[in-house]
């Protein structure tokens, strides 16, 4: 299940720090994933990507953007992925996903690309952002010793804040703004909990009351080795080279009887109905799916004939607790 990759990957590119007015900034980040099952038990996605990225720091600042370079996907089409007052408009283009680095290599090479920008509420233009050599992190992300099951077993006792132990990673020569950033969303893609620490950190604390009871969340936590130039950009601006290792793990803070949909200690038909429903909207971000996308109970982000078994076994069992 690849719920929500793309954009996670890319938000580590979002370019955080826009400088002045009119302030324009490109960035870069390629970016490999993980998933992690069990303590231990890390296996990559072998989807290495890249987001393209130009930033504009106003509200409908540019019209059109594309980006012409040396390679095979050139020109890169780009689309808008933010527009707001507060955060101004951010245009993406993305590689193909591919089976391994040297693939997404020879595919985004190192070397000039040139963003050209067709003028809305900010001036257009030409300019050239230079992407760097791939320098990822050796280290693999990974939640150590046991992190990965106490963070299942955490509904048990949501009272005391969560404590958890992580790999980190060293950090490549001449990066200069590398961090491990690590966030928690649920799977409906709200963000209930975010850190960003530096590459050394070899623990992290979720708060007590961080995460709340009764829904099914994922974490990511990025390995990203960043290399920053402030003021490369335009008016201010920056550019951004990122390269990131990201591993995503599952949890879920719902009772012992999932299944029970409205929360009545039986699984029945009013149960059904309401599974039923779900399964038509599929998706657990579909802005019609109900709040906490009930009926994903398998945590994943859709509601799709794998919940549909475990659906039909508890509705066979009718009392949720049979004892
Ligand atoms: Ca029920
Ligand atoms: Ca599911």
């Known amino acids: 299940m ?3 990759v793309l954009a996670a990957a890319a938000m580590v590119s979002a370019v955080g720090s826009l400088a002045s007015a009119q302030a324009v900034s490109f960035a870069s980040s390629k970016a490999e994933n993980y998933l992690q099952t069990g303590d231990g038990a890390v296996t990559p996605y072998n989807d ?10 106003t509200f409908d600042a540019f019209s059109d953007c594309s980006i012409s370079y040396a ?3 050139s020109p890169i089409t780009m689309g808008i992925v933010g527009n707001d007052a507060m955060f101004g408009q951010q245009w993406y283009g993305y590689s193909s996903l591919n089976p391994d680095l040297a693939s997404l290599d020879a595919e985004i090479p190192p070397g000039d690309y040139t963003f ?23 280290e693999t992300p990974e939640l150590l010793s046991d992190t990965y ?13 969560f404590i958890g132990q992580m790999s980190g990673f060293a950090d490549q020569p001449g990066a200069n703004s590398s961090s491990i950033s690590f966030i ?9 909990w975010s850190t960003n620490l ?11 009351g961080s995460i709340e009871p009764g829904r099914a969340y994922f ?22 080279n990122s390269f990131s290792r990201n591993v995503f793990f599952y949890f879920n803070t719902r009772g012992p009887c999932p299944a029970d949909i409205n929360e009545d200690t039986l699984v029945d038909d009013e149960d059904f109905v309401l599974f039923a429903q779900a399964y038509n909207i599929l998706l657990c971000g579909d802005v019609a799916m109900p709040d906490r996308c009930p009926a994903d109970l398998t945590n994943e982000g859709v509601v799709d004939d794998t919940d549909f078994v475990q659906f039909a076994q508890a509705y066979d069992q009718l009392l949720c607790n049979p004892e």
């Open 2 to 4: 690849k719920f929500g």
């Open 48 to 57: 290495w990507s890249c987001v393209l990225s130009i930033a504009g720091d």
């Open 71 to 73: 390679g095979p996907l």
């Open 116 to 138: 050209d920008f067709t003028g809305n509420a900010l001036p257009g233009g030409s300019h050239v952002f230079t992407l760097l050599p791939s320098a990822f992190c050796v």
């Open 149 to 161: 099951s106490r963070l299942q077993s955490y509904k048990d006792d949501m009272s005391l804040d």
């Open 184 to 192: 928690v969303y649920d799977t409906q893609g709200r963000v209930f």
């Open 198 to 208: 530096p590459p050394t950190a070899i623990s992290f604390t979720i708060p007590t």
């Open 219 to 240: 974490g990511v936590m990025f390995y990203t080795v960043s290399f920053f130039d402030a003021g490369a950009g335009i008016n201010g601006g920056n550019h951004t």
